[in-house]
């Protein structure tokens, strides 16, 4: 059964232009089309009557690309758990229902434009030493590195991260401390992040810093939104690095 | 025009540690007063850029996502293929090589394949140095898995998400460099034009998508990684973004286009279920490694899958290809499938009165065998995955599988270098043609996408440089030379154009008929009757866009109308090319199957006296026409034989 839905949607024309709220109405919507599918039908719709469409993120409608980023009905990505919202599907909501659609909100994602945010503030965090020192070429062989198994799912398990910014948009404080914590943990489950790790620590924590994003007050509503299901536990290995790292000095 | 393929002399083994020693380098103390444009930032550009970057070269990297992390190779799920033989399973270098050789049906280079599996070992190294976080065993090795085309086990991966983690492995190289001030991101930034300079590639023309402004780039030389135009259906499982724009408009610019109709047909999608759908999900061939495909025997069989007993299933890749079974290579498979839905066995909901398009793909065994926990190890978010989209368990129900367009193995030409026949102008990755001939097997992509990042064009780029390019400043192309000036120009212009045809179609519902076009007559089967009807019907939609499409809004703003439509436009060309190389192969091979060259058992059938060569199409005009050449392929260590995996 085919449903009618009505939508408030973000709308802003630029960074600097006023937004607000506007009403569209979704009618005859099939229960097996994603969110983002429903919103491609909304745009056709209104360019077809001379009304420029929504303009949000999206691009691989597979939840790893991370590009990704509505809240809905307050929510970041929407009411499942561990699902982004391009795998949201229309199943979840009923005829009639009223559905609000906003960008992420937090002082470091500036919005561009509707319901498209800034993230670049993730790229410079990622930058301050998101990485293992090594140059391609000249690595011993892959088996060389014995990693146990539990450490390296606990590994994948942070580097499941897809970088969407969901913790941040639904932290009281716009804290991006999961997302920080994710890479910071991948590397300091695993012997190739060892030489680097309390450095790595206090530098992706000062950057975040620097960046305007809240710290952690232990909300977690971060882990409750993660489409990837990131354990908050990362937060406090995190933390413990961090003030290894000032009390070493490095 | 010619195309010389400057394959090196000597052995096979031999002939990339010859080609290493011969190419020029530059002296690091001089790397950064070279600058190079790299375009994309998925696998292969991202390996590239970071791995330029190290060694000093001034890289500037060009990408449409707002963070490297997101180009499209993020979404590979199942594996990477490297000739450790660490499970001691009969694997080699040469292995590998044949493999790919013969599941590509003998239309790839031999020298380019076997170099790509010379260096797979290499990649499992960086990548493992990086700190990606491979599956292992319990001992702290490396664990494996099979792929489709292959009876060893040679597959890494990390979980269902391989293709996250090596480009987030090649992402954090990238970041590395730009910490370091090696290399600077664009993101948001669309590459529109290509600008030569006496022959040579010297720079792009881009568009910032937040701003509209359209920018020029000069550079010593350029390299395009911007992937497949699988989007070109648009129904693939591509991501909404791909689009073929930067290698297309090389190719108007006088890089020759090898093998458009090369299309790769994935057997394990989730089938479309409404007409509303945006694209295709893709359920990674690992699945293969544990589940059984099947259909019904008796066709139109509408019983619930569980209610059908064993001996009324018809497990026909098991039947017809009893050695390779469910893990025959990706066209084989695709086709069986096809087969099977034509002959009414297909299952799945009722379509508006189409065919069932579905064959079940069946982990009951398996979970019997290995237990659920295993199976969940193994698979677990690809099973999420899947009951997320169809809202159907199947860990209690089979799945529904069905083929869709997934990867192109045609694209730019290069030599073995990966230079196009434009000098300076070098292609990686799949927007290249070289490796995969006419059939890509699984876990390949990722490898080729390494290899040609992190360490061919990071020898070949700077032999280019050596060669050809100044380091002195005052040779240097400035971005306002008239070739700039002169590009950015038609650029605006046919932006005006694009914003002031003002018709009543939208630029999607275009796009949906030229996939369907596509889909019907260039597909999965192909006969010369359909193409010839589709090169009738793409030039009159191309008339229809360009007089009747609707482009709302004004380039000085974050446009995403715009932005689509600048892409299918250049997909309403390429489409009439690929429809074009699709009529004059007249034969089967892989992923391209004619129905006029088929087996009695309906495999494909290749011409080798007639085929065995790259076709090369060269754009002759604005008029939209082409001319074809062809480069010969010579198969030296390689018998050509028919392909079988029975």
């Not at chain 2, 020298?111 to 599996?117: Q, T």
């Not at chain 2, 992402?171 to 040579?200: A, F, W």
């Not at chain 2, 494909?604 to 074809?628: L, N």
Request: glycine fraction near 8%; aromatic fraction near 8%; include cysteine.
């Amino acid at each position: 059964m085919n449903m009618n839905i009505t939508l408030h949607v973000w709308r802003q024309k630029g960074p600097d232009a006023p937004g607000r709220m506007e009403i569209i109405q979704a009618d005859d919507i099939s229960p097996d089309m994603s969110f983002l599918e429903m919103l491609d039908l909304v745009n056709e719709r209104l360019e077809a009557i001379d009304i420029e469409s929504i303009a949000f993120d999206h691009d691989c409608r597979e939840g790893i690309c991370g590009m990704c980023s509505l809240v809905v009905n307050g929510i970041a990505h929407g009411p499942e758990s561990a699902t982004t919202v391009c795998q949201l599907h229309m199943r979840s909501f009923k005829d009639g229902d009223a559905v609000y659609i906003e960008p992420w909100r937090a002082r470091a994602f500036p919005v561009i434009r509707d319901l498209i945010v800034d993230r670049e503030a993730f790229e410079r965090i990622q930058q301050a030493g998101g990485y293992v020192s090594i140059n391609c070429g000249g690595s011993p062989d892959a088996n060389a590195i014995l990693v146990p198994k539990p450490e390296a799912d606990t590994a994948m398990d942070a580097a499941s991260c897809i970088g969407c910014g969901a913790c941040v948009a639904s932290c009281p404080n716009g804290s991006a401390m999961l997302f920080v914590a994710a890479k910071i943990g991948q590397f300091a489950h695993l012997p190739q992040g060892q030489p680097e790790r309390f450095r790595r620590a206090r530098r992706m924590v000062e950057q975040m810093e620097t960046e305007g994003f809240g710290a952690c007050t232990n909300h977690f509503e971060c882990e409750a939104s993660c489409p990837k299901e990131v354990p908050i536990k990362f937060i406090s290995e995190m933390n413990r690095d961090f003030i290894k790292a000032v009390l070493k000095g490095e | 025009m010619k195309f010389d393929a400057k394959i090196p002399e000597g052995p096979l083994q031999d002939k990339w540690t010859k080609a290493k020693f011969d190419l020029k380098l530059v002296n690091p103390a001089n790397r950064r007063k070279y600058k190079i444009i790299v375009v994309g930032s998925g696998l292969a550009g991202g390996s590239a850029a970071s791995t330029l970057a190290e060694q000093g070269f001034d890289v500037h990297c060009f990408f449409y996502q707002d963070s490297p992390r997101r180009a499209h190779s993020i979404a590979a799920q199942g594996g990477i293929n490297a000739a450790k033989n660490y499970p001691n399973d009969g694997d080699s270098i040469w292995r590998l090589f044949y493999d790919t050789v013969k599941g590509g049906d003998y239309r790839s280079r031999e020298a380019n394949v076997y170099r790509l599996s010379e260096v797979s070992n290499a990649i499992m190294d960086q990548c493992v140095a990086q700190g990606i976080p491979f599956a292992r065993e319990y001992g702290g090795q490396l664990d494996n898995r099979s792929f489709g085309g292959a009876q060893v086990s040679r597959t890494f991966y990390a979980r269902g998400q391989t293709g996250q983690q090596l480009l987030l492995g090649a992402y954090s190289s990238y970041n590395r460099q730009v910490d370091k001030g090696n290399l600077k991101s664009y993101p948001r930034t669309e590459m529109l034009d290509i600008v030569k300079v006496d022959g040579h590639a010297r720079g792009i023309i881009t568009r910032n998508l937040v701003t509209g402004d359209i920018e020029r780039h000069a550079a010593d030389v350029v390299v395009i990684a911007t992937g497949g135009y699988g989007n070109v259906f648009f129904l693939s499982t591509n991501a909404m973004g791909c689009n073929a724009t930067a290698a297309w408009r090389a190719h108007r610019k006088g890089a020759g286009f090898a093998n458009p109709c090369f299309t790769q047909i994935h057997p394990t999608c989730i089938p479309k279920a409404s007409g509303h759908q945006s694209k295709l999900t893709l359920m990674s061939e690992s699945l293969r490694n544990d589940g059984r495909v099947w259909v019904p025997k008796k066709a139109g069989d509408d019983r619930h899958p569980l209610e059908i007993p064993e001996d009324e299933r018809d497990y026909y890749l098991e039947r017809r290809y009893p050695s390779f079974g469910n893990l025959v290579p990706r066209d084989v498979a695709s086709r069986a499938a096809k087969e099977r839905c034509d002959a009414g066995c297909g299952v799945g909901p009722d379509m508006d009165g189409e065919q069932k398009n579905a064959v079940y793909l069946d982990f009951a065994e398996a979970i019997e065998r290995l237990g659920k926990d295993v199976v969940e190890d193994r698979y677990g978010n690809l099973f999420q995955m899947y009951e997320m989209i169809t809202d159907e368990n199947p860990y209690e129900v089979p799945m529904r599988i069905f083929p869709a367009v997934h990867y192109t193995m045609g694209g730019l030409w290069v030599d073995y270098n990966l230079e196009s026949n434009i000098p300076g102008l070098f292609v990686l990755g799949e927007a290249n043609f070289s490796d995969h001939g006419a059939n890509r097997l699984g876990a390949s992509a990722l490898m080729q996408g390494l290899a040609d990042g992190y360490f061919v064009a990071s020898a070949t780029v700077p032999d280019y440089l050596a060669r050809e390019s100044s380091m002195k400043a005052e040779d240097k192309i400035s971005p306002d030379h008239p070739a700039f000036l002169e590009a950015e120009g038609a650029l605006k212009a046919r932006i005006d154009q694009l914003l002031s045809i003002n018709g009543d179609r939208t630029v999607d519902s275009i796009h949906k008929e030229l996939g369907e076009i596509m889909q019907n007559h260039c597909g999965m089967d192909r006969d010369r009757v359909g193409l010839e009807k589709a090169l009738k019907l793409i030039p009159a939609l191309r008339n229809e866009f360009w007089s009747n499409a609707k482009v709302l809004g004004e380039n000085e703003s974050y446009n995403t109308s715009l932005e689509k439509a600048g892409r299918v436009a250049d997909f309403l060309e390429l489409a009439e090319l690929m429809c074009k190389d699709a009529l004059t192969r007249e034969e089967s091979c892989g992923g391209h199957c004619r129905a006029e060259h088929e087996t009695p058992e309906g495999e494909a059938k290749r011409d080798d006296e007639s085929f065995t060569h790259v076709a090369v199409w060269e754009f002759t005009g604005e008029d939209i026409a082409w001319e074809r050449h062809q480069e010969e392929l010579a198969y030296e260590n390689v018998k050509l034989t028919t392909r079988s995996y029975k």
